[in-house]
């Protein structure tokens, strides 16, 4: 079964802080993804990777980057946090299949506050 | 633009009450569809999916959807709702400009059901 470890249930920072959400994925899969979850707002894209080294901006990537040095690991940065960066985040994979792509497999989300 | 539109953001069931919960999309071309659940505490997971062949698929946990290409929709089904079937969910709607990574899948922004034992 696959399996998608993010390394935080549950964080808590300051303002201006900078942040590392780490995720890894046990699948070999090529694909992996960031998302924020707000209530209202449902999933929002922040980036994804379809290789070691490559990256592509979500539809919402600011005040976010990211870095894939391992196939099996993805890691969100958040540069300098800020109280509106308070959101449950999700990390995905996938196989590169087809044109149309397969399912993801999410792990269990970090909810993150900002103070 | 493309969008995934759930038409019902909170419903409240009783046991053994039938589901629908409605899903539309505005993309007109060759599509992947899909259902994902969200239990309490849990993280998000597959309940089924459409890429081609017979438009009514099941699911886990007796779920079912049914894709109408003529009405771009992909409405979630079941006849008889558990307790246990309290969660959000979620319709996916995935468009070849990406392909193959994902990247275009659009997400509607969830349906939250409540059953009452």
């Known amino acids: 079964d696959v399996k998608v470890t993010q390394s935080s249930r549950y964080l808590v920072k300051r303002t201006g802080e900078k942040v590392f959400l780490e995720c890894v994925q046990d699948?070999?899969?090529?694909?992996m993804f960031w998302y924020r979850q707000d209530p209202g707002l449902g999933l929002r894209l922040i980036y994804f990777?379809?290789?070691?080294?490559?990256?592509e901006k979500g539809d919402i990537p600011e005040g976010y980057s990211v870095s894939r040095e391992k196939k099996e690991r993805f890691s969100l940065i958040l540069e300098s946090a800020s109280t509106n960066q308070t959101s449950m985040y999700l990390c995905?994979?996938?196989?590169?299949?087809?044109?149309?792509?397969?399912?993801?497999?999410f792990g269990n989300g970090t909810r993150l506050t900002v103070t | 633009a493309q969008s995934v539109s759930q038409h019902n953001h909170h419903v409240i069931l009783s046991e053994a009450a039938s589901l629908e919960l409605g899903c539309n999309y505005s993309y007109g071309g060759t599509v992947n569809l899909f259902w994902y659940v969200q239990y309490p505490g849990q993280h998000l997971q597959l309940l089924l999916k459409?890429?081609?062949?017979d438009p009514l698929v099941k699911g886990i946990k007796g779920f079912e959807a049914e894709f109408i290409k003529s009405k771009f929709s992909f409405n979630l089904r079941k006849p008889s709702v558990q307790w246990s079937d309290t969660a959000e969910y979620f319709c996916?709607?995935?468009?070849?400009?990406?392909?193959?990574?994902?990247?275009?899948?659009?997400w509607g922004l969830g349906t939250s059901l409540a059953v009452n034992p």
């Open positions: 459409y890429f081609s062949g």
């Open positions: 699948m070999d899969h090529e694909n």
């Open positions: 990777s379809y290789d070691v080294k490559m990256k």
């Open positions: 996916a709607v995935n468009t070849p400009i990406n392909a193959g990574n994902n990247r275009k899948l659009i």
């Open positions: 995905a994979s996938s196989f590169l299949q087809g044109v149309l792509g397969p399912p993801l497999h």
